[in-house]
């Protein structure tokens, strides 16, 4: 049995620590064999640096994956391209830095698939994500088992399109990005876990993690104003899933919802 912790968008430092406070024990009480985290808003809640990715690994995460702000940090480029353990969407165009997906050992030394997507839904325009899943099951991934995907998306409505035409072929698709966690978390036939969004790590007195006061002036005025990373009450969420190794099937889906005392 694997058992896998995935961790919704970490954002800022209220997320980090969380991370620091919280993954220790969830480590423990869940027994789990790998973490993996999306980390594209941990730096300020705006990008992933090299420093907060080494911390993020130092604070016992696996994998880190990122989504629409991963260029924003200049300084993570060279690290997507010497640590294939940091990943960003596998739809950006060819010769982009980096990698989209990565195998991972995990504790009991099975191999985990971790592949990262990005929406086109109300956002970039970037290579079909559907396209660019199939291109690595019938490239790279063939024969790996246990293939788990983060879709970093705003609609739901493309979360959950990718996870139906994948059903039974990973083992599951994680929605990430809205920064709200949903309760639809459920085992698709042929063993295939969905839930349409993570939530977010970081701090729940927020507008998705802005400082509430900023986000209402631009609601309001409909001008810029100064981003703030809120601060108050920080959560860790995600969900942890259950894989059989051999056939790469989900036995399995849990939310977690862990509060920072």
Known sequence: ??????????????GRKCLEDLLPGLKKRLDLDLVV????NASGGLGLS??????????????????????????????LEEEP????????????????WVVA????????????????????????????????????????????????AEATSEKQALAWRFKGRVSAVLGTHTHVQTADERLLAGGTAYITDLGMTGPQDSVIGMDPATAVERFLTQRPARFTVAKGDPWL???VV???????????????RERLK
């Open 242 to 256: 259950e894989i059989d190794p051999d056939s790469g099937q989900a036995l399995g889906i849990q939310r977690v």
């Open 50 to 79: 090299q420093r907060v990715a080494r911390e993020m690994f130092m604070l016992g995460v696996d994998v880190i994956t990122t989504g629409n702000h991963v260029w924003k940090q200049r300084d993570l480029i060279p690290l």
């Open 237 to 239: 969420m995600g969900a």
């Open 37 to 40: 985290a999306n980390g594209e």
């Open 85 to 100: 353990h940091v990943l960003r969407p596998a739809n950006y165009p060819a010769g982009s830095p980096g990698q989209g």
């Open 1 to 14: 049995m694997l058992r896998v912790l995935f961790i919704g968008d970490v954002f800022g430092a209220p």
């Open 105 to 152: 050992r995990a504790k009991g030394g099975q191999r985990l698939a971790v592949v990262n997507l990005e929406g086109r839904t109300f956002m970039n325009s970037l290579d079909c994500p559907f396209a660019a899943l199939e291109a690595l099951l019938a490239g790279p991934l063939k024969g790996v088992a246990s293939v788990c995907v983060d879709m970093h």
